[in-house]
């Protein structure tokens, strides 16, 4: 990957986990250039499939593309930062939980 594609990910997230939110300043852990479908799913590596993710949330999700969702039991696609909107999937509670 190179320093422009790196670059433009870092500015377009303002430094920013782009999952949780958390900005770079608050962690020691360096962010992390996520392929949100991972290269194993045939994600390329382009603009459109590039994120910025903290440590905690890349090595949460690693190369999963979904999950069992825990009220509906069913299987559910991943938050994907170029296509869902943050605040239709998240909120803060303020209480760190
Ligand atoms: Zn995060």
């Known amino acids: 990957m190179n320093r422009l594609l790196r670059n433009l990910v870092w500015q377009r997230a303002d430094s920013r986990c782009e ?26 590596t382009t603009p459109e499939n590039l994120g910025l993710a903290c440590y905690p949330c890349n090595n949460h999700k690693g190369p999963n593309i979904a999950g069992i969702d825990p009220s509906s039991g069913l299987v559910t696609r ?8 943050w605040a239709e999937h998240f909120y803060w509670n303020g209480r760190g939980e």
Request: glycine share 2%; hydrophobic share 35%; proline share 9%.
């Open 78 to 85: 991943l938050f994907h930062p170029r296509v869902d909107l």
């Open 19 to 44: 999952y949780c939110r958390m900005p770079q300043e608050f962690t020691d852990a360096v962010h992390e250039i996520d392929h949100i479908i991972a290269e194993q799913h045939h994600g390329p």
